[in-house]
Each structure stands twice: as C-alpha cells, then as structure tokens.
C-alpha cells in the first residue's frame, strides 16, 4: 500500500498503482494482481502460486517496489507490504493504551507492537484499527497571499521542493563505497515557520507571512475504545500453516517489558470492543 494524502484517484492510479503494477508483475510465480486505486491511497494485492514461499515473495515484492520508489511523487508516505491469506481472519488483538495523546499512542502501536510481530515467522498480517497519525496543517491567508503576489500552487511547490533529503556524492574508503544524504526533511511546525517559499527584492517571504501552521492529528476515520478508554487495537493473523498464536505469546513478553511504564497492552480475545468507523 502506498498513501499521497490530498491526491486525486486518477492521479493515483496513473502515477503510483500503474508504476507498482509493471514492477511487481516480472516477480515469478505471480497468479494475480489486483489493484484499487481511491484518493489518497493506492493498494496493490498480489497472489501468488502456492509452491512460492512466502517470506521470499513477500522479500520479493519489498525490494521491486523500493527499486520503483524514485519514480513515484515525492509526497508519498513509506510504502508497506503486508503477506496475509485472502480469508484469514484475525487470531488475536491487542489493545494499546496510554494517557499520551492518540497520535502518541498510535506511534507506539506502530513501532513497539505491530513491528515487531510482524517479524515473526507465523504471522502473516499485522493490521492497526483506530489511532491518529501526526499532520502538520498550513492554513493560508487569502488576503496575505494577494498582497505578496503568491498563489497556494506556489507555495505548495515551494515547501515540496525544500521539504526532501538531498544527494551529497559518495565517500570512498578503500573497496566502501558509501553513499551520502544532506538531511533537508521538515519535521515540527517550527521548521515550517522559518521556510522561505519566494524572495521579494532580495528579501525572504517565509511561510509563516502567509499562513497559520498547526501542529496537529489527522482527523480519525475509525474510533476505538476498550472499557471507555481510547485505544489503538492491533489484529494479528496467521499465515499458511503457522502457528501465531504461539510465537505471539511468547513475543507479548519482550514488548511489554520495552514499553514504556504508562502503556499498557492488553489482549482483549473474545472481550467486547467499540468500533465506530466514519469512513
């Protein structure tokens, strides 16, 4: 799956799932590839033939569509590739919960928990129900941007253009060669305040003289909760002749020791969770 927020389905399907498509298609043992493209999103299922082994397609798959990134809008999210079998239902859930902000505690979901259990040999799909993702939000003045002479389409271009990591050339030391990257990624609201997007006269505009920047959660689609609480609930499923259910109790005791004092990871089982979803 791969995500550009903002971007049209036309746009999606033209400059990210075609581009996916003629990568992954050369893999052998491909049986099908589908493919829906929605604003926002692009999400590619390959099928493959049962003689394939799993772990090699699913590694398979990785390394093509990370050889096509460089072809793909610089505004997309990481992509991810996620193995799992077409009917495979949920084998357990978990419940993430702590008194850190959603955004805080979906991160710690993500990265302590699913992350992790993705690793295991057993499993086959790590999926995330509810949480918020981080969003830095720039409103703009209409009114200031008529005065500076500015359009939104330029000032989008502007932060894109600055907001990326740069070639810096090769380091070679003897038979390494390693390759080198000017760090340019904008990573709070402050960074945004002080980006200059045009120059008046010699003289800097910076974005904060056009717009309001907010350091923010994306509006959530889907709402979890586990005992009244706000939860980020995480689905394990097993793969092909795996047994996850095991290998993920065994896991549960590591994570839990890595996670921090206040978050506590429940396994909720047959225990009843709320789920309302505004997609």
Request: net charge neutral.
């Amino acid at each position: 799956m791969v995500a550009n927020p903002g971007a049209s389905a036309a746009d999606i399907e033209r400059d990210i799932t075609e581009k996916v498509e003629a990568a992954v298609k050369a893999i052998s043992g491909v049986k099908e590839i589908r493919s829906s493209s929605v604003e926002g999103i692009s999400q590619v299922n390959i099928q493959f033939s049962l003689n394939k082994d799993f772990d090699v397609a699913a590694q398979e798959v990785r390394d093509k569509v990370n050889l096509v990134i460089p072809e793909l809008p610089r505004t997309i999210e990481p992509p991810t590739v996620q193995k799992f079998e077409t009917n495979a239902a949920p084998v357990i859930r978990l419940a993430v919960a702590s008194p850190c902000p959603l955004v805080e505690t979906t991160r710690i979901a993500r990265r302590s928990v699913k992350e992790q259990l993705e690793t295991l040999d057993g499993v086959g799909r790590v999926s995330l129900l509810g949480g918020a993702r981080r969003e830095i939000r720039v409103m703009l003045d209409p009114l200031r941007l008529r005065a500076y002479a500015l359009t939104p389409a330029e000032i989008a271009s502007a932060v894109q253009r600055r907001n990326q990591d740069a070639p810096a050339g090769t380091l070679e030391q003897g038979a390494r060669v390693t390759a080198l990257r000017t760090p340019g990624k904008l990573n709070d609201a402050a960074s945004l305040y002080q980006l200059p997007i045009a120059y008046r006269n010699a003289d800097p505009i910076y974005l904060s003289d056009v717009a309001q920047i907010e350091d923010a959660a994306q509006s959530p689609r889907t709402i979890t909760a586990l005992d009244g609480r706000s939860a980020v609930i995480v689905q394990v499923s097993k793969r092909a002749g795996g047994n996850a259910v095991a290998l993920a109790a065994l896991k549960l005791a590591d994570i839990r020791a890595n996670l921090p004092p206040d978050v506590t990871l429940t396994e909720v089982g047959d225990k009843p969770v709320f789920c309302r979803s505004d997609c």
